[in-house]
């Protein structure tokens, strides 16, 4: 047997999909992948391909039987393994009970160089899952980064860039990566593809085969509880104008003079 | 742990050289908590400590201000061990910190390593004897309000972004004790290396929306040259920021800075007006908090108008003549 190729591991948080296309039903899935994580696949992706690069691309999803519809996907574009992290008993977790979960999700899949997960998921947030994980792995590198260059035995090149600056950067290895490109369009994959992704096994991680314990999971797990949800925006008084735009032209005028009044600013 | 155990709760400040607006609001918000629930407010500060600052902690409320110094030295791994360390002495019912991306990011480790409750960028914080603490934040995409109450662990942890509470400098001077400690330069924590670094090209004046009250923004339906120099002008004339929407930076009419949306800036300005914005959900994402909104469209069917206070079908160019 030749030797072990270390695993990336993509962390996939599947998220509503009407979340991302309010409008276009396109792709008619429940689930998609949030857009930093599809941006960072198809970076991995690419590195893969340009072929210098040695390593095992392994998403991870968590969610239930659902979420395999973005495995599939992941491996039809060119991820080597899928990973669904699925039981009954992890329903509700929060980013503490998770970050328990994809610990030992990670420490069963073994020979992890890097973990990268999408800086903020749109639906939940928080932000947490990245850095929590870091910390239960006892990972020493936590990096930011826009864009994956080089992944190299014991180090990882990144380009990270913020308003001022874009930097080049190395970390070395192990590291855990937030990742802080998106994309938000869906990937257009080929009939081959899809029929070569087909062929790839989707493994199951349940609490069982992961040893996990069931106090430290799910709704059990978590330390906090959504206790209400309310919708923010009351329906607004609105008023609708058409054709007449004079009476339109007032009414801006009128609220911007409002504005005008209380603040005196230099103009930009 | 003893039951008598002085109730505390730990704002944790960023390692910032000094005192700032974000601080006090929590450092204040936390008093008002405290006084209803008779908590003690300790606050860690690593920066500097001259007559006016420690003044400035104790008159938006801290009892204790736990402080060092050497911030620029600290990292991430360095910083949440001084946290654990303080968390482990005082064992605080609550710890809040800032919502920056430093503070964040110290929240969630420590939020694993104690393993407690974290509510990442609360609106507002309650206290009650019955049920504890409890934690308002808003959630997808900002459209809806999430009430959050930890469970299953003795510390609670949040966020919370600048602006969010106001600050009131309390009247009397507190008594506010002062626990100095030390900082060790500690090299065993490695960093990641910057190989090469490049200035963004043209560093333009700095764009900052939220100093405007009013904001035009540019979008598919307004890109035409005409349109956009009469929004420019009418933004001179009445001091707006013009902003715009993701297909129009992506044309190069705009710069990127003005770029509001989900991957752009969100705004909150008194009035908020839309020249030609359809409305795709990543842009109306950025201007929720907008107090009121003034769309102007021609098609009739552009969701935006269900979020504006004013919906005005119309031609861009029609309005823009006549203003």
């Known amino acids: 047997?030749?030797?072990?190729?270390?695993?990336?591991?993509?962390?996939?948080?599947?998220?509503?999909?009407?979340?991302?296309?309010?409008?276009?039903?396109?792709?008619?899935?429940?689930?998609?992948?949030?857009?930093?994580?599809?941006?960072?696949?198809?970076?991995?992706?690419?590195?893969?391909?340009?072929?210098?690069?040695?390593?095992?691309?392994?998403?991870?999803?968590?969610?239930?039987?659902?979420?395999?519809?973005?495995?599939?996907?992941?491996?039809?574009?060119?991820?080597?393994?899928?990973?669904l992290i699925s039981d009954s008993i992890f329903a509700g977790s929060d980013t503490v009970a998770t970050t328990y979960?994809?610990?030992?999700?990670?420490?069963?899949?073994?020979?992890?160089?890097?973990?990268?997960?999408?800086?903020?998921?749109?639906?939940?947030?928080?932000?947490?899952?990245?850095?929590?994980?870091?910390?239960?792995?006892?990972?020493?590198?936590?990096?930011?980064?826009?864009?994956i260059l080089k992944v190299k035995d014991t180090s990882v090149i990144y380009k990270y860039r913020n308003e001022k600056e874009t930097k080049i950067m190395e970390s070395k290895l192990p590291a855990v990566m937030k990742y802080r490109d998106f994309k938000m369009d869906l990937p257009i994959i080929s009939l081959a593809a899809i029929k070569k992704g087909k062929k790839k096994e989707i493994l199951l991680f349940d609490s069982k085969n992961m040893e996990i314990d069931p106090k430290r999971c799910g709704i059990k797990g978590s330390k906090t509880k959504v206790i209400e949800i309310k919708n923010k925006y009351n329906k607004k008084e609105k008023r609708k104008l058409e054709g007449n735009i004079q009476e339109m032209v007032e009414i801006i005028i009128n609220l911007l003079g409002e504005g005008e009044e209380k603040k005196e600013g230099d103009f930009g | 742990m003893d039951d008598n155990r002085i109730k505390e709760i730990l704002v944790v400040c960023d390692r910032s050289t000094e005192i700032n607006r974000h601080m006090m609001e929590i450092i204040y918000k936390a008093k008002t908590i405290a006084m209803e629930s008779g908590h003690l407010v300790s606050v860690l500060y690593t920066g500097n400590k001259n007559k006016d600052i420690v003044k400035g902690f104790s008159q938006c409320g801290a009892d204790i201000l736990i402080s060092g110094t050497s911030p620029n030295k600290i990292g991430m791994w360095q910083f949440s061990d001084l946290v654990t360390r303080w968390i482990k002495k005082r064992k605080p019912q609550l710890v809040l910190f800032q919502s920056t991306e430093f503070g964040k990011d110290i929240a969630a480790i420590i939020s694993a390593r104690f393993?407690?409750?974290?509510?990442?960028?609360?609106?507002?914080?309650?206290?009650?004897?019955?049920?504890?603490?409890?934690?308002?934040?808003?959630?997808?995409?900002?459209?809806?309000?999430?009430?959050?109450?930890?469970?299953?662990?003795?510390?609670?942890?949040?966020?919370?972004?600048?602006?969010?509470?106001?600050?009131?400098?309390?009247?009397?001077?507190?008594?506010?004790?002062m626990i100095p400690f030390s900082v060790e330069e500690d090299n065993t924590y490695e960093r990641e290396t910057c190989l090469h670094m490049s200035k963004e090209e043209q560093i333009k004046k700095e764009i900052n929306m939220k100093e405007y009250s009013t904001v035009f923004c540019i979008g598919r339906g307004a890109s035409s040259p005409e349109c956009v120099e009469g929004i420019f002008a009418l933004a001179k004339k009445y001091n707006a920021c013009v902003v715009g929407t993701r297909p129009v930076i992506e044309e190069g009419i705009i710069e990127k800075e003005r770029q509001v949306g989900q991957s752009g800036k969100s705004i909150s300005p008194k009035l908020y007006i839309g020249f030609g914005v359809f409305g795709a959900s990543q842009h109306l994402v950025g201007i929720r908090n907008a107090k009121k909104i003034i769309a102007i469209n021609h098609d009739p069917k552009a969701p935006i108008f269900d979020y504006a206070d004013y919906s005005m079908v119309a031609d861009v160019k029609d309005i823009l003549d006549k203003l």
Not at chain 1, 76 to 81: K, L, V
Not at chain 1, 119 to 146: A, H, M, S, Y
Not at chain 2, 129 to 151: E, K, L, P, W, Y
């Open chain 2, 115 to 177: 393993e407690a409750g974290l509510t990442a960028d609360c609106m507002d914080i309650f206290y009650d004897i019955t049920n504890g603490f409890r934690f308002m934040r808003a959630a997808i995409c900002d459209s809806v309000i999430a009430q959050i109450h930890c469970i299953n662990c003795t510390m609670n942890i949040g966020t919370v972004k600048e602006g969010v509470f106001e600050i009131c400098k309390l009247d009397r001077t507190w008594k506010m004790e």
């Open chain 1, 1 to 83: 047997m030749e030797k072990k190729i270390e695993r990336i591991v993509l962390c996939i948080k599947p998220v509503k999909t009407d979340l991302l296309f309010q409008n276009s039903n396109a792709d008619g899935e429940a689930f998609s992948m949030n857009p930093y994580e599809l941006k960072a696949l198809e970076n991995l992706i690419k590195l893969k391909r340009n072929g210098e690069e040695r390593f095992c691309l392994t998403c991870i999803c968590m969610g239930d039987k659902k979420a395999k519809s973005i495995l599939r996907r992941a491996l039809s574009m060119g991820a080597d393994e899928g990973i």
């Open chain 1, 101 to 147: 979960i994809l610990q030992k999700a990670v420490e069963k899949l073994g020979n992890v160089k890097m973990i990268v997960c999408g800086v903020k998921t749109i639906d939940g947030e928080t932000g947490q899952v990245p850095l929590g994980l870091c910390e239960r792995l006892g990972f020493p590198f936590l990096v930011n980064g826009n864009e």
